[in-house]
């Protein structure tokens, strides 16, 4: 069964979070989020794997399965037991077998963003240009 893990996020960034834009540059994914007040959360992933941007429309199942476990109104969760993650290893043939491949959910006001990544994410809270 699927578990979410809510992710730590910096002060003033709390609640649901407006997608503004990723970037996928020199083998980094950042994500910018900007949050209720004039700032923007920036989520950067050092060692992703595979990333997809979904509208939330078309991500029902995921939605409902954050809801049933009451921590919906955030932003960013980890996914524990993720079906993304198994698929993944088999596409590669088990190739990654040895590493632990951890599945991120970014939940905006319309988008649905799933990462998979070694490491967790980094975040900084910035002011918004």
Not at 91 to 111: E, N
Request: glycine fraction near 6%.
């Amino acid at each position: 069964m699927t578990a979410f893990v809510k992710l730590a996020q910096p002060e003033f960034a709390g609640g649901l979070l407006y997608f503004d834009k990723l970037c996928d540059y020199a083998g980094v994914l950042q994500i910018k989020l900007r949050c209720p007040s004039d700032k923007v959360l920036s989520v950067s992933f050092d060692d992703y794997f595979l990333y997809r941007k979904v509208d939330e429309g078309d991500a029902l199942t995921i939605l409902a399965e954050v809801a049933k476990s009451d921590l919906i109104g955030q932003s960013l969760y980890e996914v524990l037991e993720s079906s993304l993650v198994n698929e993944f290893m088999n596409q590669a043939y088990g190739i990654r077998c040895g590493q632990v491949i951890r599945h991120f959910l970014i939940l905006t006001d319309q988008d649905v963003i799933d990462v998979l990544a070694i490491s967790s994410p980094s975040c900084e809270l910035e002011v918004w240009k």
